[in-house]
């Protein structure tokens, strides 16, 4: 067991975190807590926690490949996640594999170097299929089952900077984690 600041973690979960070169997340109940706020005039809110965005950028800056796909679209994840450097966003995806095999095809990568974070059905195939299948902590049960990891922290309150946290240690360079917080 490996002592991390999310708990201990098998030698075998960590060498599987040691193998990804792409995260790939959804957006809503892993990067937002899953509520979406409507005003009056329609407009759309969403909270996103600085504690991910850190992490996001110290990822980028470590040199893995970032994406979200996302069933939804929104302006607003559009500008975040161009905000945090994310390098592939996919929005509108109601088959979410599609986007994933072009991923794959594009940065020449096989199922064990993508790890995936998701919270809800629709992101099950994605969970079972790549190397790092990542539930957030409050995922539905189906997901939970069929994840590798369950984070520590619940989506849209640190789920993120956990995951990207395990990545970085893994991969000996949490210490020189760098980023900004947004």
């Not at 990804?20 to 009056?40: A, E, M, P, T």
């Not at 980028?60 to 450097?85: C, D, K, P, W």
């Not at 922290?153 to 917080?181: K, M, P, T, Y």
């Amino acid at each position: 067991m490996i002592n991390t600041w999310y708990g201990d973690i098998e030698q075998s979960l960590l060498d599987k975190f040691r193998q990804v070169r792409l995260l790939i997340l959804d957006v809503d109940g892993v990067f937002s807590d899953g509520r979406i706020y409507l005003g009056n005039d329609g407009e759309e809110f969403k909270a996103f926690h600085t504690r991910d965005g850190f992490g996001m950028k110290a990822l980028a800056n470590a040199g893995f490949e970032t994406a979200v796909i996302t069933g939804r679209e929104s302006y607003i994840v559009e500008r975040r996640m161009q905000h945090l450097n994310v390098g592939h966003i996919f929005q509108g995806q109601s088959d979410k594999t599609v986007a994933y095999q072009q991923l794959l095809q594009q940065l020449s990568l096989h199922d064990s170097q993508v790890a995936y974070v998701g919270d809800d059905v629709p992101d099950l195939a994605l969970i079972q299929r790549c190397g790092l299948g990542i539930a957030v902590n409050d995922a539905h049960p189906a997901v939970q089952q069929g994840a590798d990891y369950i984070t520590r922290c619940v989506g849209g309150h640190g789920a993120v900077r956990e995951v990207c946290d395990l990545l970085l240690l893994a991969n000996g360079q949490l210490r020189q984690a760098e980023g900004i917080s947004l």
